[in-house]
């Protein structure tokens, strides 16, 4: 079982919608939790990142995190074409030995026009 | 600040050939990875360096050496190509170890060997 499972997708919805994209982890170690957006052929970007657990907003961006269910999620409000992109969620911890992210695999988001 | 850059951004090897792929940044920043992405697979993480002198093994170091001299530069050196190396090689840095450290990313190199 990989330390951090992310659906693939690829997700499409309409121009407007709420997305919902989300990850789940097996290392309770794990203490930061970051969400990265990768354009076509581009290296990812930070998007937004949350220590432990609660809900931390950035414009139409809220990133979620749930310790006790080891799942993390990422919401996109009136979603845009802009949008359009592979998201990673990505984790690590704060002790030596857990200083690495572990990536999720990715989820293919297009939002279309 | 021109942040992370790697060169090249495409290269075609052979089997058995050797290359590096160059790292920089000018962020001064102390901590530098590189990782390798592949389709299904995520990012994973090759080797790290946590200060100039100071690398580690990551996830799948085989095949792959690095070196820090500087702050700076990152090299990361294909030994002898295998295809099983094709992938797009990305390079991070990030100041430290803090998990407030934003990482960030190169642009990437797509590498394709035959």
């Known amino acids: 079982q990989k330390e951090v499972e992310q659906d693939p997708g690829p997700l499409s919805v309409p121009e407007g919608a709420i997305v919902s994209l989300n990850c789940t982890y097996s290392n309770s170690a794990f203490?930061?939790?970051?969400?990265y957006r990768q354009y076509s052929r581009k290296g990812p970007e930070l998007l937004m990142y949350t220590y432990s657990s609660g809900n931390k907003e950035d414009g139409?961006?809220?990133?979620?995190?749930?310790?006790?269910?080891?799942?993390?999620?990422?919401?996109?409000?009136?979603s845009q074409p802009s949008d359009s992109a592979t998201y990673l969620c990505a984790m690590r911890g704060v002790t030596s030995g857990t200083y690495k992210y572990i990536f999720g695999t990715g989820t293919r988001l297009k939002v279309l026009a | 600040?021109?942040?992370?850059?790697?060169?090249?951004?495409?290269?075609?090897?052979k089997t058995g050939q050797s290359m590096t792929l160059q790292c920089a940044q000018d962020m001064n920043h102390?901590?530098?990875?590189?990782?390798?992405?592949?389709?299904?697979?995520?990012?994973?993480?090759?080797?790290?360096?946590v200060g100039a002198g100071i690398t580690d093994q990551g996830e799948v170091p085989n095949g792959y050496n690095v070196s820090r001299s500087t702050t700076e530069d990152f090299p990361l050196r294909l030994l002898s190509a295998a295809p099983s190396?094709?992938?797009?090689?990305?390079?991070?840095?990030?100041?430290?170890?803090?998990?407030?450290?934003?990482?960030?990313?190169?642009?990437?190199?797509?590498?394709?060997?035959?």
């Open chain 1, 60 to 78: 139409r961006f809220t990133a979620q995190v749930d310790k006790s269910s080891k799942y993390i999620s990422l919401f996109i409000r009136d």
């Open chain 2, 30 to 49: 102390e901590y530098m990875s590189w990782y390798r992405q592949d389709p299904g697979m995520g990012l994973r993480l090759i080797h790290y360096s």
């Open chain 2, 85 to 114: 190396q094709t992938s797009v090689y990305f390079c991070a840095s990030r100041r430290g170890t803090s998990g407030t450290d934003t990482q960030y990313f190169g642009p990437g190199t797509r590498l394709t060997v035959l």
């Open chain 1, 31 to 35: 203490q930061y939790f970051m969400w």
């Open chain 2, 1 to 13: 600040n021109a942040g992370v850059t790697q060169t090249p951004k495409f290269q075609v090897l």
